[in-house]
């Protein structure tokens, strides 16, 4: 009797929260979410793209591009100018991030971002193995940065892209009017050896004024 007692507790317990699970959850469909709540299963929203008299006439940067490299429709709102750059190793790409007034984060965070997309040859992190010094453009700050190695690329806190062994990155951060700007070439080592010059030379050529290039 005893055991028997047991069991049909034990059935009227599960029955029990069986009947509680099915009441919260038709109570969650029915209970009106707050005016400002975005709608449940709603992919985050995307991240707004700098206002449109950021980083433009007085507050923005202009530069000469390397003449044999090939001007291309930026990719996002967040690129200012796209170039495809040819050289022995194959194709590489230079992009300019401009993010707006108070994004994009500081310059020491973006080199140690940049050398995270890279890793040895033999699998082991890049660490401090990377190439960085700072100049003056005029009166505008500029970090350069060179960092070589196998590229995993990726975003952040997001997965790995696929491996490209013996690749490198020309980049340079320079202080804009209103924001920073963030010139970053990728691609197989030979070609931004071979453009190495050419990058420093557009860099350089970094002013104050109008539009971009």
């Not at 047991?6 to 099915?22: D, K, P």
């Amino acid at each position: 009797m005893r055991s028997r007692r047991v069991v049909v507790l034990g059935v009227l317990l599960v029955l029990g929260g069986l009947v509680g699970l099915v009441a919260e959850r038709g109570h969650g469909q029915t209970k009106p979410l707050p005016p400002d709540h975005p709608p449940m299963g709603a992919p985050p929203p995307s991240i707004p793209g700098p206002t449109a008299d950021s980083g433009t006439g007085s507050r923005g940067l202009t530069w000469t591009p390397p003449s044999g490299w090939v001007k291309e429709a930026p990719s996002s709102v967040m690129r200012r100018a796209q170039y495809r750059v040819q050289g022995p190793g194959g194709p590489a790409e230079c992009a300019v991030f401009y993010f707006g007034p108070g994004q994009g984060g500081d310059a020491a965070s973006n080199v140690a971002r940049w050398a995270g997309q890279f890793k040895r040859p033999d699998g082991r992190p890049l660490g401090d193995a990377v190439r960085r010094r700072e100049l003056k453009v005029g009166d505008i700050p500029v970090v350069m940065v060179e960092v070589t190695g196998t590229y995993v690329g990726g975003m952040a806190g997001g997965p790995p892209g696929p491996e490209r062994p013996d690749y490198m990155l020309l980049g340079a951060i320079a202080d804009g009017p209103d924001a920073r700007w963030y010139f970053r070439a990728v691609g197989p080592r030979k070609t931004l050896e071979a453009q190495r010059a050419a990058f420093e030379s557009m860099i350089r050529s970094i002013k104050r004024g109008r539009g971009s290039a």
